[in-house]
């Protein structure tokens, strides 16, 4: 009885991830046909969707600690489906970049990349979160074996990537984007234990 009462709650917790990260998606396409996006809509935007990756992608390093934490594995469920909506966001983040603040100019983009720092690590950050949900196809992940571990061990660098390029990007106010990189930094320490496997499986 329990043990149906914990996988209904998983099954209803995965649901409630998928219409959690779409909601705010069904609400921005409302705001920008509604003209809610203030004066600067472009920006508003790209910084809209950039938040919305950084907040899943801390969701994502949270589920783990908690799910030891509450002693309900059911809760590990929920890493790949918030993965990838984490990557989904920083996709958008990073094609709305593209398309509407430098208009598909290549070589526009290559300049940005060399002259500003925190695009480069933005732009690392989305390298990495690509190869992960590419290699979180179960036949792939099969096919990896232990190197799967490996390479999903990057999400700890990809946190520190991304709160790092919100930091620089911002031109005035840092108090938000430290807040945002001592929430990472807080849970990479509450996740210390698998941090350090992770970097002496590096060396194994």
């Not at 106010?173 to 496997?197: H, K, N, Q, T």
Request: hydrophobic residues 55%.
């Amino acid at each position: 009885m329990a043990a149906n009462l914990k996988k209904n709650a998983a099954v209803l917790l995965q649901v409630g991830v998928h219409l959690g990260a779409l909601a705010p998606l069904l609400w921005l396409f409302y705001a920008i046909n509604a003209g809610n996006l203030g004066g600067d809509p472009v920006k508003e935007l790209i910084h809209y969707l950039g938040m919305g990756a950084i907040r899943l992608l801390l969701l994502t390093l949270l589920i783990s600690p908690l799910a030891k934490f509450l002693h309900f594995g059911q809760l590990n469920r929920l890493r790949r489906p918030l993965g990838l909506w984490c990557f989904a966001w920083a996709t958008l983040h990073f094609s709305a970049w593209l398309a509407l603040d430098l208009g598909l100019d290549w070589s526009l983009i290559g300049e940005e990349l060399v002259k500003r720092t925190y695009i480069l690590l933005g732009f690392s950050a989305w390298l990495i979160l690509c190869a992960l949900a590419i290699t979180s196809i179960p036949a792939l992940l099969r096919k990896m074996g232990r190197n799967w571990k490996k390479l999903h061990g990057l999400l700890y660098v990809v946190v520190l990537l991304g709160c790092w390029h919100f930091w620089w990007s911002v031109k005035s106010g840092w108090i938000e984007p430290a807040i945002y990189f001592a929430i990472a930094v807080l849970l990479l320490v509450w996740r210390r234990d698998s941090v350090g496997r992770w970097v002496r499986s590096l060396h194994s």
